[in-house]
């Protein structure tokens, strides 16, 4: 799965929300960067068909709100992209990580140490 900029702006400002209509979108968002109703509209659409929004009817208009949280949604796109190139059973995965986990600071690999901990126990794998 691939996402646009338009997208990810949209899954930021859905996730900051609780929910909203493409005319709440538009007026944070599109106006902002020059994108018309009608991207807005379809750029919703485009999200609910990825099963990233869930929508309900109220009147007139649908109302969306995220279906996935940004934590989830993040962790789906880096296994998308991976799977192209990790085999099963592969440490490229690791590797690559490693190398990305280098620009963060003390603060962000204690979390990061924090949440494998987390995992480990959730595993039962003390």
């Given at each position: 799965?691939?996402?646009?900029?338009?997208?990810?702006?949209?899954?930021?400002?859905?996730?900051?929300?609780?929910?909203?209509?493409?005319?709440?979108?538009?007026?944070?968002?599109?106006?902002?960067?020059?994108?018309?109703?009608?991207?807005?509209?379809?750029?919703?659409?485009?999200?609910?068909?990825?099963?990233?929004?869930?929508r309900?009817?109220?009147?007139?208009a649908?109302?969306?709100?995220?279906?996935?949280?940004?934590?989830?949604?993040?962790?789906?796109?880096?296994?998308?992209?991976?799977?192209?190139?990790?085999?099963?059973?592969?440490?490229?995965?690791?590797?690559?990580?490693?190398?990305?986990?280098?620009?963060?600071?003390?603060?962000?690999?204690?979390?990061?140490?924090?949440?494998?901990?987390?995992?480990?126990?959730?595993?039962?794998?003390?």
């Amino acid at each position: 799965m691939q996402l646009g900029e338009l997208e990810k702006l949209v899954l930021q400002y859905l996730w900051n929300e609780s929910d909203a209509d493409a005319k709440q979108v538009h007026s944070v968002l599109g106006k902002e960067r020059g994108n018309s109703l009608n991207t807005i509209q379809s750029t919703l659409e485009r999200l609910y068909k990825k099963e990233l929004l869930s929508r309900s009817k109220q009147g007139h208009a649908y109302f969306y709100r995220a279906k996935v949280d940004r934590e989830t949604l993040i962790a789906q796109l880096i296994t998308n992209v991976t799977s192209d190139f990790v085999e099963q059973g592969e440490h490229g995965l690791i590797a690559a990580f490693n190398s990305a986990s280098a620009e963060l600071n003390d603060a962000q690999l204690d979390k990061l140490e924090q949440l494998i901990e987390q995992q480990r126990k959730l595993r039962g794998k003390d």
